[in-house]
């Protein structure tokens, strides 16, 4: 009997985890729509799946990192996106968006590439190198625009961000079609295999043959690939890049995502669907301060009791005496 | 090797870095020594910021959120004084009561919500600054006058204030790390389960490095706040950065167990001396921050890279 | 001076019951030893009663009065001190500072003077004759000097009950000697457990044994009443288990072939080990634990630095990484699950591990292949398990361990180095695991390293007992057996 309720709890455990943040949706949609009719209909779903989708590509690339080891986490992922809005609004006046988007996706590669060196080559604590590289990020953002605004952003990019194909939203067409290729590299590839053992288990992935150090790089260099791509559909939203911190904000609803759609923070468990669920909930949670009038100062305070309370339920040290 | 000689050998780090930052400063910029007095005393509070996380590193975990804190305290102090109006004699205790909360939530947090550190203080960190914009809204205030003039002097009874806390934090150091609060600390970093089954209360001491910590931190808002002389709710920059680094070079590491609160506090003024021969050396000021920023992290690289061949090596 | 009761101890860790119901009574002014195979519970209770484990259920009683431990403090409080298998120091401070921490606790206890506890501790350091400066930090002194002071703090505590769970297995023979002197004086204020493999010792130091297994204890004998084969005996079940393999007799090389497998080491622990293996061998590894018999395993494997030749059929090869070893075809396994088992993944993708290693990370996962191996490794294994998709760590520790011998088994080996791969598996799994490593021995070498000599003896062809770092025995058939392999290993050379 006692067996049969234990297998049962796992079972629920492990569909749990990925079903409570699309249970969260709901909740969510449905108290929003207590306040503001209209709020649970089909086309206000779709506008906050337009402003889910760049937040959900950077917590794709964050669940890469989150997967491969105990402390891997990406705190540079909102640098990343805020330097690609004002550099390639730069770019943008004078190239392509194919040259655009090429140099946009090299600058998150090797910024990517700089973390993943950090933390498993010279040893750096994930955190404190990711940390860096944001301010490092920034600096540059702040060195390109010296504190004017540059450039602006093209019709196809805003397309892109916000625009509508038979009216499904093309940033979540681009959003769901980075998740159909991250899952592929996560579920079909040895790489996903090589990932999923190096978060479970460093030595005995070592033991095996396999180089942890190539693992955590590639991760981190996926993040930063993804959170620059993400980036350009910042751009495409907000139109003009006022300052070079723009997208600072979504570095911690990013991780809060990974964290809360079920995946292990200490790695070797966990994917991407339910971060979709869970960025869905994060950004109808902002919609909620902005339909409340909730000033920038107190949503700074409650993404950081966010955190907190998400910690307390999903992240915690095992008791000294077990 | 006796007490004080063990203590020497760990402040020389830090101090070898701040009297070699010093030296390079003193040669390539010409007012340098001049302008000692007020450079010294812009350092400070990251000073005590080094301290501070050189507690919590010693016992095993991390403060990411000094640079909210600290933003924080100096909204709460100006905003008791400028729109309250309490006893401007009582301004002095406003920050470091408000450090001292700020470490204890901290505290509960992590060592008996046995939630994870960085995680948590860093949550912390969005938390407080957005509450200090919340109370201040723009930079705004003032402060009582007398404590505007102290800092104005720069003196009290004739002590340069730069030098009277550097004293006050020698001091602070030396009680402490005669107490068997920091022989806990060490070891409650180093072997927390071995520290377990001597009977110590492990959680209750991690609790204690937060205080102490969110103690220091006040200070360090203390003094900010007399250097300004008014409420920013807009501070931030590197100053947490910059309190891990000092705190590394101050002997501590992220495994936790080892550390120095002095070798950190005068690690960090030379950091932020760092920062003005930077400065100095031309760099705009658009250019400052990154290439700020690359320094530290090449120090942190440096460190970070050092200490792991020590490591294998001894393997 | 005390008695003691244990009464229904219960302790499970998921899936695994470590305590079953176990119940002993200790009177005062002995010394009990306590012994059991791997995995009977003997260093859980140890945990248990020293405050560092919750049960889920029992009682304890103290002079016949019922008292709870309920953490460490309490534990102290209690009068009960141990020195741990796996040791129990700061490893950043220095031997001083460590037993400080104790002292200044146990005075605030006990209100007595500090500087007198610190004393005693001294004493008991001066007794066993420490090496090494007061003052020398934990973590660099030898396995061997934290031992020692790791049983000076538990001694010098003047306990009313004291735990010491395998105190003897990094210590010399005088180190051993002395600690027996020390416990003899502490017998008329102590009740004393010795928790320890090495029945010999039992024998000679203690008055009663408590045996267990399976986290029971089986009963409480007086030394004089029994012999040290009636113990292992009770111990193993009652019946001798027939293994039912035959050791493998090699075939004495004709000797103009290159061996099958030659390799020599040398590391910081090592000074030079060189052995020849024939295909179909099994070279036993035994001796002192600590004495390099992993050191050299992790050498081979190219786990850790080291000067080495390594030839397969009379061609070098260059071994720097696990990656290398694998490619030619060398496979290593631990017995440290800790190690080895990705505790949240699959049955199917803990055994596909090195397989998925050996492939390039651009290429496409199997799945399918991954399943095939996982059920036909599960059924040639004697896997128990409801489906390969579940996660190892629903698996019980015996069945987990398989699923690694099935992933190095996967990767075809022409060596299999196994480095202690049954440690604390039960006997049923151990025998089951005996048939396997025979079979696959018949076209491999395999070099079996094991910390319980008993292990060795049923599958070995030969066994090789290693010393601080040096081959000091080599014995085979009649010449192997366990008496002089442990002389071997003791004292360091042949009898």
């Known amino acids: 009997m006692k067996l049969e309720w234990n297998k049962l709890k796992q079972t629920f455990q492990v569909k749990g985890k990925i079903l409570l943040p699309f249970g969260l949706v709901i909740i969510l949609l449905l108290i929003g729509q207590a306040f503001s009719p209209g709020f649970f209909s089909l086309s206000h779903l779709a506008h906050i799946v337009t402003l889910a989708a760049p937040l959900g590509i950077m917590a794709v690339g964050q669940t890469f990192v989150i997967l491969s080891g105990k402390e891997d986490v990406d705190f540079s992922s909102g640098a990343n996106a805020s330097l690609t809005i004002v550099l390639a609004a730069l770019l943008l006046q004078r190239y392509s968006h194919g040259i655009t988007t090429l140099i946009i996706l090299a600058v998150g590669l090797i910024s990517g590439l700089l973390n993943g060196i950090g933390v498993r080559v010279i040893g750096i604590p994930p955190l404190i190198m990711t940390f860096c590289s944001s301010m490092l990020l920034y600096g540059v953002g702040q060195a390109i625009t010296r504190g004017m605004s540059i450039g602006t952003s093209t019709p196809i990019l805003t397309f892109m961000a ?6 499904i939203p093309v940033a979540f067409l681009i959003w769901m079609g980075i998740i159909i290729l991250s899952a592929v590299i996560l579920h079909k590839t040895t790489y996903g295999r090589w990932l999923y053992a190096a978060g479970s288990n460093p030595t005995a992935t070592h033991l095996a043959g396999i180089s942890n150090k190539v693992v955590g790089i590639v991760a981190y260099a996926l993040s930063g690939v993804l959170s620059s791509f993400a980036g350009l559909l910042y751009l495409g939203r907000f139109s003009i890049p006022s300052g070079f911190k723009m ?4 570095t911690l ?12 923070f200490f790695g070797g468990e966990g994917g991407f669907t339910g971060s979709i669920g869970s ?44 | 090797m006796s007490g004080v000689r063990k203590q020497v050998l760990q402040i020389l780090p830090g101090l070898l870095f701040l009297v070699l930052i010093s030296l390079i400063s003193g040669i390539l910029m010409p007012r340098f020594v001049r302008l000692l007095p007020s450079s010294l005393l812009l350092a400070i509070p990251t000073a005590f910021l080094g301290f501070a996380e050189s507690l919590v590193m010693i016992a095993g975990e991390v403060d990411l959120s000094l640079t909210g804190s600290l933003v924080l305290i100096n909204a709460i102090s100006i905003s008791a004084y400028t729109d309250y109006h309490i006893n401007e004699f009582l301004f002095v205790v406003i920050p470091l009561v408000t450090g001292l909360i ?56 004739g002590v340069p204030l730069a030098v009277l806390f550097i004293v006050i934090a020698a001091l602070f150091w030396l009680l402490f790390s005669v107490s068997p609060l920091a022989l806990k600390s060490y070891a409650v970093g180093s072997s927390p389960k071995a520290t377990f089954s001597f009977g110590i209360d492990v959680n209750r001491i991690k609790f204690y490095a937060f205080v102490l910590n969110g103690f220091l931190v006040g200070i360090a808002g203390l003094i900010m706040t007399g250097i300004i002389g008014s409420g920013d709710p807009r501070l931030g920059g590197f100053s947490t950065v910059l309190a891990v680094l000092a705190a590394l070079i101050g002997g501590a590491t992220f495994a936790g167990g080892t550390g120095n609160g002095l070798g950190a506090f005068l690690a960090a003024i030379g950091l932020q001396f760092t920062r003005n021969l930077i400065a100095w050396v031309g760099v705009a000021h658009y250019h400052l921050d990154l290439f700020y920023g690359a320094a530290l992290l090449v120090l942190i690289a440096g460190i970070a890279y050092l200490r792991r061949s020590r490591e294998i090596g001894m393997e | 001076m005390a008695t003691w009761k244990i009464v229904n101890w219960k302790k499970a860790f998921g899936q695994v019951e470590a305590l079953r119901n176990l119940s002993f009574e200790l009177k005062s002014n002995k010394i009990y030893g306590l012994v059991g195979p791997n995995g009977s519970g003997k260093s859980t209770f140890v945990k248990a ?27 102290w409080a209690h009068g009960i001190s141990a020195a741990h298998q796996d040791l129990s120091l700061v490893q950043n401070l220095s031997v001083k500072e460590n037993l400080t921490l104790i002292a200044q606790h146990l005075a605030s206890l006990r209100n007595t003077n500090f500087a007198s506890l610190m004393q005693e501790f001294y004493d008991a350091l001066d007794a066993l004759q420490f090496p090494a400066p007061v003052l020398s930090k934990i973590g660099y002194l030898s396995r061997r000097e934290q031992q020692i002071v790791e049983i000076a703090k538990a001694l010098g505590a003047r306990p009313s009950l004291l735990l010491l769970d395998e105190p003897t297995s990094f210590l ?6 002395r600690l027996f002197g020390l416990l003899n004086q502490m017998r008329p204020q102590t009740t004393i457990i010795f928790v320890s493999h090495r029945l010999r010792e039992i024998f000679d130091i203690c008055d009663e044994v408590i045996i267990m297994r399976d986290g029971q204890a089986l009963g409480t004998f007086n030394l004089r009443d029994v012999s040290l084969d009636d113990v292992v005996k009770i111990m193993s079940g009652g019946t001798s288990i027939a293994w039912g393999v035959t050791r493998t007799v090699i075939p004495s090389s004709c000797g103009s072939e290159p061996p099958y497998f030659f390799v020599e080491v040398e590391t910081k622990k090592i000074h030079k080990i060189s052995v020849t293996i024939q295909r179909g061998e099994i070279l036993g590894v035994a001796g002192l634990v600590g004495h390099g018999q992993s050191e050299f395993l992790k050498a081979i494997y190219g786990l850790i630095p080291s000067r080495k030749r390594i030839e397969i059929n009379g061609k070098p090869l260059n071994i720097e990484s696990p990656l290398q070893a694998l490619r030619h075809g060398i496979v290593y396994i631990s017995g440290t699950s800790s190690e080895t088992t990705l505790p949240h993944r699959s049955i199917k993708e803990n055994i596909s591990l090195i397989l998925n290693g050996l492939k390039s990370g651009f290429s496409l996962a199997n799945t399918a292949a991954e399943k095939q191996l996982a059920l036909t490794m599960v059924n040639n294994l004697g896997i128990v398990c409801r489906s390969v998709d579940e996660p190892l760590r629903h698996l019980s520790g015996g069945n987990q361990q398989k699923c690694v011998l099935a992933r190095a088994l996967s990767a075809d080996p022409k060596i299999l180095l196994l480095d202690d791969p049954l440690k604390g598996i039960d006997t049923l799994t151990k025998a089951q695991f005996y048939k396997l490593i025979a079979e696959v021995a018949k076209n491999t070498a395999v070099v079996f390293y094991s910390s319980d000599v008993e292990e060795l003896l049923p599958i070995a062809s030969r066994i090789i007992v290693i010393f601080e770092g040096r081959i000091v025995g080599e014995f085979r058939g009649k010449e192997m057996t366990k008496e002089n392999i442990l002389a071997a290993a003791l004292r360091g050379g042949n009898e």
Not at chain 1, 294 to 315: D, E, H, K, N, P
Not at chain 2, 115 to 139: D, E, H, K
Not at chain 3, 50 to 68: A, H, I, P, Q
């Open chain 1, 162 to 167: 916000l625009g509508r194909i038979a009216g």
């Open chain 1, 247 to 250: 997208a600072e904000i979504y």
């Open chain 1, 253 to 264: 609803p990013c991780i809060m995502a990974v964290i809360l759609g079920g995946t292990n």
């Open chain 1, 279 to 322: 960025v869905l909930a994060l950004t109808i949670l902002d919609s909620f301060f902005t339909i409340f009038n909730i000033s920038q100062a107190w949503r700074t305070v409650m993404y950081g009791l966010l955190l907190v309370v998400i910690l307390i339920f999903f992240v915690r040290r095992e008791k000294l005496r077990i």
């Open chain 2, 102 to 157: 700020i470490g204890a939530i901290h505290g509960l947090l992590v060592a008996f919500g046995r939630l994870n550190s960085f995680l948590v203080t860093a949550g912390t960190s969005f938390a407080w600054s957005g509450l200090a914009l919340v109370i201040l809204r723009q930079p705004r205030g003032k402060v009582p006058l007398w404590f505007n003039e102290v800092f104005s002097i720069g003196k009290v009874l």
């Open chain 3, 49 to 75: 009663i020293t405050g560092l484990v919750k049960l889920d259920s029992g009682k304890l009683f103290r002079d016949d009065l019922e008292v709870s431990i309920t953490s460490p403090k309490q534990a």
């Open chain 3, 172 to 177: 010399t023979e005088r180190d051993i000697e």
